[in-house]
């Protein structure tokens, strides 16, 4: 039965040798080996990258808020409204500001009549007084001196001379001090006028409308914010970046912000590079400004920020490519001499984009198995279908 067995198999060799051709021989063996797609890999220049996610924001944000306390009279605008410079924005009831700004005014005017009317008149009257008195004095103490005039006329005359002086110098010393009480009367109209005039507040940029936080009828206290402002013409985003790549960041570099909202890539420029990490996370704050003239770029949007820093040279391969094992992650070598594929440990960099940095493991113009990989050992021979 053995011998039969045997017999039969040399009949089958001998039939296959002696029916088929070569080629035919070969796409038999062929067949038997598993197919695969390989590439040959080169250095590729690359950009260095910093990624990381922000939130979009207004450029500036302005936070409207009285100096003093009052009642919201009217609201002028809508959140998400579109504003000009000097837009009004919100008022407050300002009665009892009017009654302050007239009773201020009216303290003024009655400290101008004053100096100009009452004081300068007195000090005139004084003043003629007193010329009148020291004629006088004069005389009547040259015929004292010469021995015609009594002294207790003397003296009645000097006394009314210094009384003179005194009154005329209370006289001067009223107009500074009516001088003083108007410029307190013009400080005091000043202040009430303002606090009038300030019963209604503007937009101080071209903008839009972020929050408004008060309505008509409540009561608001100094200080307090009633209206956020922020200007969207130009935004911002910023990010994080650690200590090791912060130096390589600088004013005026340009950076590629990604709004997942729109599905679409802007261009942006960094403005501003922190000084300072944060003491928690240990990362510095890196802004970013993005052009927003068609008002597409809305606040709080989230938004991936790639920089590119240095170009280098590098061997990428495939993400698919690369098998992780156990000891590491691998790919498949493929040796054209041979027609066999070896398992290569390497070591594996940064990913960027769908590529894989080859750090060490494989050298440029060897051919490595992009597609199939995943059915083959180590040396197995294979058959190449394609090469890219």
């Known amino acids: 039965m053995k011998k039969h067995m045997i017999a039969m198999l040399l009949i089958g060799v001998l039939s296959i040798s002696t029916g088929c051709g ?58 998400g409204q579109q504003v000009k410079q000097n837009t009004k924005i919100v008022s407050l009831d300002a009665y009892d500001y009017e009654l302050n700004s007239k009773a201020a005014t009216a303290t003024w005017e009655s400290a101008k009549l004053k100096m100009d009317s009452q004081v300068d008149s007195k000090i005139n009257q004084a003043k003629a007084n007193l010329d009148v008195i020291e004629k006088n004095y004069q005389r009547v103490k040259n015929l004292y001196e010469q021995g015609a005039m009594p002294a207790a006329q003397m003296d009645e005359i000097e006394a009314k001379y210094i009384a003179a002086k005194n009154l005329y110098k209370e006289a ?28 209604t507040l503007y937009s ?22 009633v209206v956020v402002v922020g200007q ?8 994080g970046v650690s200590d090791g790549d912060i130096n390589k960041i600088h004013k005026g570099q340009k950076a590629s912000v990604y709004v997942f909202g729109l599905e679409k890539e802007f261009e ?28 597409l770029l809305k606040p709080g949007m989230v938004a991936k920020v790639n920089i590119k820093l240095e170009k280098k040279k590098a061997i990428l391969v495939p993400v698919d490519s690369i098998i992780n094992m156990p000891q590491g992650p691998i790919v498949y070598v493929y040796s054209e001499k041979e027609g ?49």
Not at 29 to 48: F, H, L, R
Not at 204 to 225: C, F, Q, R, S, V
Not at 281 to 295: G, L, Q
Request: charged letters at 30%; aromatic letters at 4%.
């Open 22 to 79: 070569k080629e035919e021989v070969a796409q038999v063996v062929a067949s038997t080996q598993k197919p695969v797609i390989v590439q040959k890999v080169q250095e590729t220049e690359y950009y260095d990258e910093i990624s990381a996610s922000g939130n979009i924001q207004p450029e500036k944000t302005v936070k409207l808020a009285y100096k003093m306390p009052g009642i919201i009279q009217n609201v002028y605008v809508e959140e």
């Open 172 to 199: 001067v010393d009223a107009k500074e001090y009516t001088s003083v009480e108007l410029r307190k009367a013009e400080a005091l109209r000043d202040v009430e006028n303002e606090k009038l005039q300030n019963t």
């Open 204 to 225: 101080p940029i071209d903008g839009i409308i972020l929050k408004k936080i008060n309505e008509a009828g409540e009561t608001i206290a100094a200080g307090y914010p």
């Open 232 to 239: 969207i013409d130009q935004v911002r985003t910023e990010i």
């Open 268 to 295: 942006g420029i960094v403005s501003e590079v922190g000084a300072l990490a944060d003491t928690k996370t240990r990362i510095f704050p890196v802004k970013i400004t993005i052009n927003n003239n068609e008002f």
């Open 340 to 388: 066999t594929v070896s398992e290569r440990k390497i070591v594996s960099g940064e990913i960027i984009k769908d590529q894989v940095l080859v750090l060490e493991g494989i050298k440029a113009e060897e051919q490595i198995v992009t597609e199939g990989q995943f059915r083959i050992n180590n040396n197995d021979k294979v058959n190449v279908e394609a090469t890219k």
